[in-house]
């Protein structure tokens, strides 16, 4: 199946600092495309994959698990690390559960993460009869666009394929075991008023965590898709001002020369 228009990865090559983006479930690069082209005009190199089984129909995701999905995180990462001095991990939803997957396995190849509305758990009754129910009923509906500003909409699918969110289920639990391994320092930015991602996520991952060096900022004026959202800019402006703060001198040698990089959608 062709990619659906704006779903496409993003690439740009930049300076020796790099920057993973991670997804959601069933949405695409384009909740994130803001957020990696504000960090690449700033001369940082970013990698924001298209996570499989993602950006066509939902049922192409039906045949994907969470290896998949961690496999291509994995696989952009250890480019980055190969390519780039200093290295970052920053996700929304799901993509901050992968996020903490990848800083829990990496260590300090990772040199800190941003989270924004990070997903722990499959929450309520119908989670727990998903091991059942998704070979009775193919899907539910879906979970995109869950965003407060007027005229802004997610590129994400319209239902929820049961045998991926089954996988989801089974890889926040695998995240969750694997918390206290993370040590980076840690931006977690979560909105009070999500409509995914209940704010007891966040609550248990920061509780979890091994990390020392850790912010928390509340999204006051945004749902889940904070990254669309009012507080779009403020997440931007934090995630670069932690890594201009963890990395000043790799980041004062090429602020200002993103020009000399390319940005690629493909």
Not at 20 to 26: A, E, Q, V
Not at 116 to 142: E, I, Q, Y
Not at 157 to 174: E, G
Not at 238 to 247: G, I, K, M, P
Request: proline share 7%; glycine share 10%; charged share 20%.
């Amino acid at each position: 199946m062709p990619v659906l228009p704006g779903a496409e990865p993003y690439r740009h090559e930049g300076g020796e600092v790099g920057v993973l983006i991670c997804h959601g479930f069933t949405g695409s690069p384009q909740s994130m495309r803001p957020w990696a082209e504000y960090l690449a005009e700033r001369g940082l190199t970013v990698s924001l994959p298209l996570l499989p089984g993602h950006g066509t129909r939902w049922q192409d995701m039906q045949l994907t698990t969470w290896h998949d999905w961690y496999a291509e995180v994995d696989r952009e990462l250890r480019e980055l690390i190969a390519r780039c001095e200093r290295v970052f991990v920053m996700g929304l939803s799901m993509g901050g559960a992968l996020t903490l997957r990848l800083a829990a396995k990496h260590g300090d190849a990772v040199s800190g993460i941003v989270l924004v509305n990070p997903g722990n758990k499959v929450h309520g009754v119908a989670a727990r009869a998903l091991p059942v129910v998704r070979h009775f009923v193919p899907s539910t509906k879906g979970i995109a666009s869950d965003i407060a500003k007027p005229g802004v909409a997610e590129l994400g699918y319209d239902r929820v394929p049961l045998h991926a969110a089954h996988s989801l289920r089974r890889f926040f639990q695998t995240v969750d075991a694997e918390l206290p391994q993370v040590t980076q320092p840690v931006v977690l930015l979560h909105s009070p008023q999500d409509h995914v991602v209940p704010p007891a996520d966040s609550a248990r991952i920061l509780s979890r965590i091994s990390s020392t060096d850790v912010k928390e900022i509340l999204l006051e004026q945004s749902y889940h898709v904070a990254t669309l959202d009012h507080d779009a800019e403020r997440i931007f402006e934090e995630s670069w001002a932690f890594v201009s703060r963890l990395a000043p001198e790799v980041v004062g040698e090429h602020v200002g020369n993103s020009e000399k990089g390319s940005a690629s959608g493909g």
